[in-house]
């Protein structure tokens, strides 16, 4: 995989134990090659420098890491390593809760409040021996689709310190591109995993709604029906194995599935009998033109791994933007802070002032009419799967902008919508409830990665793994770095 200048992209990989997949720091502690202590020691110090320059911590836990670390090298000392990561660092989004840690959701109306319970995907993880090293940067609410936040400011990418993370789990995709621990948990309404994910270039896993729970937390009273909780990993087998932990039911959560624990196999193989629908644009998304390119070698990629792949897509509305997304995702918005006045919101940001303004100015009729149509593109899905197995999109329609902007307004010539018209191919998912994962597959002109999404059935994740693992071998993305060393630049706290 190279460049869009046609140059090969394998520049130096860090040299610190935070780099490594949970895979690998596992099979380190049997090995007794490291204890868990190094490991943490190692990260933190990966995230105080990537903090410097992207600004990806909202709130270091990093005292709390070093204790539990300890406590784990002691038990390695004298036994075996129990739990399936154990001593793996780990980051979380700052809209799902940790007990006794600040949760500001971005938002500085949240000022003070601090969880008194872990989010089940928390507990999960706690019990895995999962090592949580900081709380991660995010706009307010999950709102858009960067995280910048009048909390913490511009969160930037790795790759590029002037050009955004994307989000809302920017500080997870971020932090994880930069070697930070190889796991970080996000969410997702309207492609908060996917998005910053294929801007930092790194795989990002969007799970059936409902099999992960996310209670409690921010992320269900604010996007109710739309929120997904998710991985965000540098390899296809990390996101598998943190799905089989945090996936579960959770009577807290209305949404929840009871889905039996499962496990997920990622060895790589042929896709022999694998039917591939493939859209470049859904039939009226603007994509840029190297998005586009990419697009086309993924899907010979997955072609020379046996898939069999044809032009084939779900049909969608080209109005479902205006006349399904937003009347949904934006009056769920402004449920979540009807308690709210004009003196509470007067700190927020001014687009996020006019989102909810907006949420409010829907009926319940339009709500209804929204979801009627929302029961359409699911049936749109449905039918789309009597034909193939899975289908698979640009993951984003450009790569990342400029640090500090909400969005472009235009791609190739075309006006899109700035806040959602430049990710045409991550909401209607979530519309429809489906699992989706994005994985990189090249970059653009100037070095900025490029994502390719994979989108399944309803349960039907380990689909996914298995086209997402194949094309991991034939494409082996996590031997990728961003080219600027973090040292570089600064000013990932800067408001402007």
């Not at 938002?107 to 969880?115: E, T």
């Not at 790759?159 to 997870?172: E, I, M, Q």
């Not at 999109?393 to 791609?411: N, Q």
Request: glycine letters at 10%; proline letters at 7%; a neutral charge.
């Amino acid at each position: 995989m190279t460049d869009g200048s046609g140059r090969t992209a394998f520049p130096p990989a860090p040299t610190g134990l935070g780099a490594l997949s949970a895979t690998e720091i596992m099979a380190g502690y049997r090995r007794k090659a490291f204890t868990p202590r190094d490991v943490i020691d190692d990260t933190i110090a990966a995230l105080e420098a990537a903090d410097e320059t992207c600004n990806v911590v909202v709130t270091p836990m990093y005292e709390q890491a070093r204790a539990d670390a300890d406590r784990l090298t002691r038990e390695i000392r004298v036994g075996e390593v129990k739990g399936s990561l154990a001593g793996v660092p780990i980051t979380i989004k700052d809209l799902v809760f940790v007990a006794g840690v600040p949760a500001y959701a971005g938002s500085p109306m949240n000022k003070g409040f601090v969880p008194e319970a872990d989010a089940a995907v928390v507990s999960a993880l706690k019990a895995s021996g999962a090592i949580i090293t900081c709380k991660t940067t995010t706009c307010e609410s999950g709102y858009k689709l960067t995280a910048d936040s009048p909390v913490t400011g511009i969160t930037r990418n790795p790759w590029n310190p002037g050009r955004t993370s994307g989000g809302s789990s920017g500080g997870a995709a971020a932090s994880v591109a930069a070697g930070c621990g190889p796991i970080a948990i996000g969410t997702d309404g309207v492609g908060s995993i996917r998005v910053p994910s294929s801007f930092c270039g790194v795989f990002g896993l969007k799970p059936t709604f409902g099999l992960v729970p996310r209670s409690p937390g921010f992320s269900p009273p604010s996007w109710a029906s739309l929120a997904h909780t998710g991985p965000i990993t540098r390899t296809v087998a990390d996101a598998a194995l943190t799905l089989e932990i945090i996936a579960g039911y959770d009577l807290r959560d209305a949404a929840s599935l009871p889905a039996s624990a499962r496990r997920f196999n990622t060895d790589a193989g042929r896709l022999d009998g694998i039917r591939i629908g493939a859209s470049a644009d859904l039939g009226y998304a603007a994509v840029s033109p190297d998005v586009c390119a990419a697009f086309g070698k993924a899907l010979a990629i997955l072609d020379s791994c046996g898939a069999q792949v044809t032009m084939d897509g779900p049909g969608l509305d080209p109005g479902i933007l205006e006349h399904t997304l937003k009347p949904i995702a934006f009056t769920e918005q402004a449920a979540a802070v009807a308690s709210k006045s004009a003196t509470d919101l007067a700190s927020s940001e001014a687009d996020y002032r006019n989102v909810v303004s907006a949420g409010r100015r829907y009926s319940g009729t339009d709500y209804i009419e929204a979801s009627y149509r929302r029961g359409q593109t699911r049936s749109a899905f449905v039918k789309l799967f009597e034909r193939v197995d899975v289908l698979v999109t640009p993951t984003v329609a450009v790569t990342a902008f400029e640090a500090g902007r909400i969005g472009v307004d235009t791609i190739d010539g075309r006006k899109v919508d700035p806040h959602l018209g430049w990710s045409p191919f991550t909401w209607p998912v979530n519309l429809a409830g489906l699992p989706a994962a994005t994985l990189p597959c090249g970059f653009d002109r100037d070095g900025m990665p490029i994502g390719l999404q994979i989108v399944a059935s309803w349960l039907d994740e380990p689909t996914i793994f298995r086209i997402a693992a194949a094309f991991e071998q034939a494409q082996p993305w996590a031997k990728f770095w961003p080219r600027l060393a973090l040292r570089e630049g600064s000013g990932g706290r800067a408001k402007g």
